[in-house]
C-alpha cells in the first residue's frame, strides 16, 4: 500500500498571512518526505483562505521539485472546466515531466464550489462537458505533442506543445476526481483511477468504488484500473484521550468550513447540471443539523493511536480492496507544531505497517 498526504493550504490560523502560512506547509511536504511518505498531493482551489488557497498546484509543484528528491508529487487535482485553455495545462503538465520525471502524479477534477465558478465566470452547468471535452484533449496532446481540436468549448489550430512531452498517461495511469457516481462513470471511460474524499461511512464508499471498477472493466478490459486514492483527515496522538479531542475540534472546524464554501446545504444542487447526486446529501444536512452532520464526518475519517489508525485503513482494505491513502494532517487551523507531532508518528508507526497491507495480505491474514 502507497501512503501519501493530501494537502488543503486552509489558512485559519490567527496572525499568520498567507505566505507564513504556505511557506509552514512547504515545511510539512519536506517532513512527509523525511518520515517516509510515497506521494504527496496539491488541491487548485481560489479566492477563500478559510476553505483553502492553491490557485496553482502545477506551479507549486514545480518549486517543490527542487526541494525534494525522493516523495511524488502530483495535482490532486487540476480543476480542468477553469481552465479556458488545454493547450497551456498540457504545456504546465509537460513541463512538470520534465523536472519530476516519474515523480510526477496527474490528477483531474470538475470543481464543486459555485462561488469559485461564479468569480471565473463559468456556468457550473456545463462542467460536465468542458471536464470530459478538456481532460481528452490533454491527454491527446500529451501521447502526440501536438494540439489540435476543435470542440463545443474548446479550438486549437494544430501546433507542437514544447518541452516534448514524455506522455503515455493513458497507459502508466492518471487520476481523476470521483465524489458522485456521474464522476465515477467519467472516471471510468477516460481510463483514470478514482480520486476521493472520504465523508460518509466506508460501506457507501466501497460501494462506489465497485461500481468504479465495475464500469472500468467494461470499458477498458485489458487494463488495470490502479489502486484508488482516499484522502481523509486524521490526527495520530499516543494517548487515544488526547487523539480523540484534537481530532474532534479541528475536524469539526474543517467541516463547518466544507459546508460554508462548497454550500453543502443549499437549495442550488437540484437545479445544477451534472451535480443533482448532492441534492439528497443537502437535504439529509438540513435535515440532521450542522452538529449531527459534523459528527457524522469526525466518525468517518481516521484518526486515533497509531494502533487504531493502522486498524482502520486495515477493514477498509478488507472490505474494498487495494487503495491508497491519502492522509490531511494540516487543516482547520491546527498549530503546525502540532501537525508535525502527529505526521512524524504516523511515519514511525503507521506507514510502515500500511505498507505491508495489500488485499492479498487481508484475505490471508498475514498483517493481523
Known amino acids: 500500500m502507497e501512503v501519501g498526504l493530501q494537502f488543503i493550504f486552509q489558512n485559519t490560523h490567527e496572525g499568520l498571512s498567507d505566505q507564513e502560512m504556505m511557506l509552514k506547509e512547504t515545511e510539512i511536504v519536506l517532513l512527509a518526505e523525511e518520515v517516509g511518505m510515497d506521494f504527496a498531493l496539491l488541491p487548485e482551489h481560489h479566492f477563500d483562505p478559510g476553505y483553502a488557497m492553491m490557485p496553482d498546484n502545477m506551479q507549486w509543484l514545480s518549486y517543490l521539485a527542487g526541494r525534494t528528491s525522493r516523495i511524488k508529487l502530483g495535482t490532486g487535482a487540476i480543476i480542468l472546466p477553469w481552465w479556458p485553455n488545454p493547450t497551456r495545462v498540457a504545456e504546465k503538465i509537460s513541463l512538470l515531466e520534465t523536472v519530476l520525471g516519474d515523480r510526477f502524479l496527474l490528477g483531474f477534477g470538475r470543481g464543486l464550489a459555485r462561488q469559485e465558478y461564479e468569480a471565473f465566470g463559468i456556468d457550473m452547468n456545463e462542467s460536465r462537458e468542458r471536464f470530459d471535452e478538456a481532460a481528452e484533449i490533454i491527454l491527446d496532446i500529451l501521447d502526440t505533442g501536438v494540439a489540435e481540436y476543435d470542440t463545443k468549448y474548446f479550438k486549437q489550430s494544430r501546433t507542437e506543445v514544447h518541452p516534448t512531452p514524455r506522455g503515455g498517461y493513458r497507459e502508466k495511469g492518471f487520476f481523476s476526481v470521483a465524489m458522485t457516481p456521474d464522476s465515477g462513470v467519467a472516471a471510468a471511460n477516460l481510463g483514470a483511477t478514482m480520486m476521493s474524499f472520504v465523508q460518509l461511512p ?27 486514492v482516499f484522502s481523509d483527515f486524521t490526527f495520530c496522538h499516543e494517548d487515544a484521550e488526547v487523539a480523540e479531542k484534537v481530532a474532534r475540534e479541528y475536524l469539526s472546524k474543517y467541516y463547518l468550513s466544507v459546508i460554508k464554501h462548497y454550500d453543502f446545504d443549499g437549495t442550488h444542487w437540484k437545479d445544477t447540471k451534472g451535480y ?86 487481508v484475505k490471508s491474514g498475514a498483517t493481523a
Open 276 to 361: 443533482t447526486a448532492y441534492a439528497a446529501g443537502a437535504d439529509a444536512i438540513r435535515e440532521a443539523g450542522l452538529e449531527a452532520a459534523a459528527e457524522g464526518f469526525v466518525q468517518s475519517q481516521a484518526w486515533g493511536t497509531p494502533e487504531r489508525i493502522i486498524d482502520i485503513w486495515r477493514k477498509r482494505v478488507e472490505m474494498t480492496g487495494d487503495v491508497r491513502p491519502a492522509m490531511a494532517v494540516s487543516y482547520a487551523g491546527m498549530p503546525h507544531e502540532l501537525v508535525q507531532s502527529s505526521l512524524r508518528l504516523i511515519g514511525e508507526k503507521v506507514v510502515p505497517e500500511l505498507h505491508k497491507i495489500t488485499a492479498e495480505s
Open 202 to 228: 466506508w460501506e457507501q464508499h466501497s460501494a462506489a468504488v465497485d461500481a468504479w471498477r465495475a464500469r472500468f472493466k467494461e470499458v477498458h478490459p485489458d487494463k488495470e484500473p490502479g489502486a484508488p
